[in-house]
């Protein structure tokens, strides 16, 4: 581009185009030159291009356009870069392979960085026109070399004991400068607390004492201004436990800590407590006040048959050989009858079977009595009075059923009516004394209420 052109574009397009631009994007005031950076401070990585980037605008006719670079140093005196008038550069020859500028635009690029040219950099427009205009602007410049990915060590490698030992992690990085380091903990920052403290550059964490909630996803976040970087996750090793040990069964119902086992069925049990490393289990069978194991492992298989008592005690023990800590549950096995549980708790000597055969032979007795009153009614059920041989034969019923508390039994309800002789009304037999329902005078009731008021009288007058 020729002079000519060149300011041909500055005066018209140039100048009064830039005006324009920050009258629209930054409310500028036209009357005076204003220079404007995007950042005050721009972050650099060693080797690359750093771009610095410079705008500037102004309305009055300009016949003259002066921009020039200064860097300084803390405590140094500033040194002249390059400048240029209208579009001719005029560099400092020593530097004049590392910064470059397009006049009439004022950004500077600087290549190759190097952290010597950190420091602040100095741009100043100057407008010859009708007076001088003239205004500057500072940018700091760091320099860095980029994070590396840093990697965690576990000291010691081989973990801790709950409780009892110390976890030191150490984060450490092969390349970067400015390096601040960060802990997370499951993608979390970690703070400082009783147990967690930090190196004064915060690349160690250490943890003392180790505890279960101490177990997580650690990792060494590193940063930079011009970059960061994450260490992969590490999970360090932290012994504990046994923590929750319950006994659970496949089948059966547990209440507590009584399991009750149908009888036949065989049960597997199963042993299982929070700790690291597993713990090792083992069964205990408690019997007549002596104790010894009978398995070890995680799970027990009873087979209800083959348990002598219908009652039996066992322990679970679960061991922890790194943590050296242990634990255990006791618990009980009922081994019932589907349908015959309370015979079973009340540890009668009839077997189920001889139970069940005494059911059926009261129920057979009770439909022949049914059969016979049906014979001999001549009036109301409600109106009957009872016989001494039904009686005794119900006795006889219950005596085979072995129940001896008819109130409490399953509720069999029947009507059995006999001649009524005397015509005397109907009474519940529990106001009649025990002592005249025996004689079998004047005893009047329901079979029903024969099975409630039966065995009383059973109990206090054998026959
Ligand atoms: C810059 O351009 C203006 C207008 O064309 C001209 O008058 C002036 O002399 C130029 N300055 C230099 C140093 O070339
Ligand atoms: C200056 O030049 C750079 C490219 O070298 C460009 O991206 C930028 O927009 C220019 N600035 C102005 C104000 O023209
Ligand atoms: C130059 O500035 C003076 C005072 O600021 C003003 O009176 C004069 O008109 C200006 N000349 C031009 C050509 O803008
Ligand atoms: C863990 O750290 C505490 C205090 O920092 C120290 O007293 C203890 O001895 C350490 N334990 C081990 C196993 O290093
Ligand atoms: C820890 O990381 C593992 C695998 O990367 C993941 O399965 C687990 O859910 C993580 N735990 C937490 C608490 O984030
Ligand atoms: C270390 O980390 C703590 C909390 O994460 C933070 O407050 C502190 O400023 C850090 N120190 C350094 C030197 O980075
Ligand atoms: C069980 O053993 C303990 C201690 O050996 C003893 O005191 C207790 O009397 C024993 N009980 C029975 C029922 O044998
Ligand atoms: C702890 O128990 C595990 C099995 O659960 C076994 O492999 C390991 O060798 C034991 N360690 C010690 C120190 O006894």
Request: hydrophobic letters at 35%; proline letters at 6%; aromatic letters at 10%.
């Amino acid at each position: 581009m020729g002079q000519d052109a060149f300011m041909e574009r500055l005066s018209s397009t140039g100048g009064i185009f830039q005006c324009k631009i920050y009258l629209l994007l930054l409310v500028m005031d036209c009357s005076g030159l204003k220079v404007m950076v995007p950042s005050q401070t721009v972050h650099g990585i060693r080797g690359q291009a750093l771009y610095l980037p410079v705008h500037y605008g102004f309305h009055t006719p300009a016949s003259d356009i002066q921009i020039i670079w200064l860097f300084e140093r803390p405590h140094t005196m500033p040194k002249y870069l390059l400048g240029s008038v209208n579009k001719s550069v005029v560099p400092d020859l020593e530097y004049q392979h590392k910064f470059t500028m397009m006049p009439p635009n004022a950004s500077l690029l600087i290549n190759p960085l190097q952290f010597t040219d950190e420091g602040n950099y100095i741009v100043k427009v100057n407008i010859q026109g009708n007076g001088t205009l003239s205004s500057s602007q500072k940018i700091q410049v760091t320099v860095d070399d980029p994070v590396t990915k840093p990697v965690v060590w576990t000291h010691p490698s081989s973990g801790a004991v709950e409780y009892v030992g110390n976890i030191t992690l150490v984060c450490q990085v092969e390349g970067g400068t400015r390096l601040a380091y960060q802990w997370l903990k499951n993608g979390k920052p970690v703070c400082t607390s009783s147990t967690y403290s930090f190196s004064p550059q915060n690349n160690t964490l250490h943890i003392s004492p180790v505890t279960k909630e101490d177990i997580g996803n650690y990792s060494c976040l590193v940063k930079n201004p011009v970059s960061e970087m994450e260490s992969n996750i590490i999970m360090p090793t932290i012994y504990y436990g046994p923590y929750g040990l319950q006994v659970n069964s496949d089948k059966g119902l547990k209440v507590g800590e009584v399991f009750t086992v149908d009888l036949g069925e065989a049960i597997l049990f199963d042993c299982s407590a929070d700790s690291y490393p597993p713990n090792t289990y083992s069964w205990i069978r408690r019997t007549d006040n002596t104790t010894y194991v009978i398995k070890y492992g995680p799970h027990l298989e009873v087979a209800s048959e083959k348990v002598a008592q219908k009652t039996t005690d066992y322990v679970c023990c679960a061991y922890n050989n790194i943590t050296g800590r242990r634990d255990e549950t006791r618990f009980t096995v009922i081994i019932t009858s589907t349908g015959l549980e309370k015979l079973a708790q009340k540890g009668k000597s009839l077997s189920p079977l001889a139970s069940i055969t005494g059911i059926s032979l009261f129920l057979i007795i009770s439909m022949c009595l049914l059969f016979l009153w049906k014979k001999y009614q001549p009036y109301k059920a409600i109106k009957q009075k009872l016989e001494g041989r039904p009686e005794t034969e119900y006795r006889r019923a219950q005596t085979f059923s072995g129940h001896e508390d008819a109130l409490d039994d399953f509720g069999i309800y029947e009507f059995v009516a006999f001649p009524d002789a005397s015509g005397v009304p109907r009474m519940p037999s529990r106001s009649i004394p025990a002592s005249n329902g025996v004689s079998g005078q004047d005893l009047h009731s329901t079979i029903y209420e024969v099975i409630q008021h039966i065995p009383a009288q059973q109990q206090d007058h054998p026959e």
